[in-house]
């Protein structure tokens, strides 16, 4: 079965590092999302991705974050300079097309900033 | 803009019981869909049940149904012979451009 996969699992960074986080959506899928849940809280909503470009961000998605489709498999999220609050897990999502298609999650990557 | 409200934080319940887990939402669509998602102390999102707001019909995944009232825009989920494996977190989401998930509801099966 077709799955999203993220790597790394687990990183550990220090703050006012860079860090990117990756992810390989599932492969006729169109729309791509990254998510952050900072633990035991609520699922967030950071940017949607879509036909190459950002199609919509939240709040939370600045300046500091950026999103690439680098080689048309590969989706990842760039934090230029990570913060201690920007310790939480991330999600990264994709949706073949249209409001009825399921979200395939990937596992996440917990990002822990010292 | 969408937003969806799980008005208990946490719940319990006992082995083999039913349990039933509320979500109201609100939305300016007509057709629209539903989903309740799972996420087990692993972290992973699992998705457990989708309703399509144009059918009358409530969706049935096995132990898992709905109660869904459109009218009311509420979209509540019943665990029915309730195991232990179904101690999870559970996020009502409503898709529309982007998923928008509730807060969460932490349930917790005893033995």
């Known amino acids: 079965e077709p799955e999203v996969t993220q790597t790394p699992s687990h990183q550990v960074t220090q703050m006012g590092q860079e860090v990117i986080l990756r992810c390989v959506p599932i492969s006729n899928h169109l729309y791509f999302y990254w998510y952050r849940q900072i633990l035991g809280q609520k699922v967030e909503f950071l940017v949607s991705?879509?036909?190459?470009?950002?199609?919509?961000k939240s709040e939370i998605f600045d300046d500091q974050f950026s999103v690439e489709r680098p080689d048309g498999s590969n989706f990842t999220l760039k934090i230029r300079s990570t913060k201690l609050e920007d310790s939480a897990m991330y999600f990264c999502a994709s949706r073949q097309t249209g409001d009825d298609a399921e979200a395939f999650f990937g596992q996440g990557t917990r990002l822990t900033v010292v | 803009a969408q937003t969806v409200t799980q008005s208990q934080p946490e719940m319990s319940v006992q082995e083999a019981e039913t349990v039933t887990l509320s979500c109201t939402y609100d939305t300016s669509e007509s057709n629209y869909y539903l989903f309740w998602y799972k996420q087990p102390p692993s972290r992973q999102m699992i998705l457990v049940i989708r309703?399509?707001?144009?059918?009358?019909q409530n969706a049935t995944e096995n132990r898992f149904s709905v109660n869904f009232q459109k009218a009311a825009k509420s979209f509540s989920l019943k665990i029915s012979d309730s195991q232990l494996g179904d101690t999870a977190m559970y996020f009502c989401?409503?898709?529309?451009?982007?998923?928008?998930f509730g807060p969460g509801t932490r349930l917790s099966v005893l033995p």
């Open positions: 991705f879509y036909n190459n470009e950002i199609s919509e």
């Open positions: 309703q399509e707001a144009y059918k009358q």
């Open positions: 989401a409503s898709p529309g451009q982007n998923f928008v």
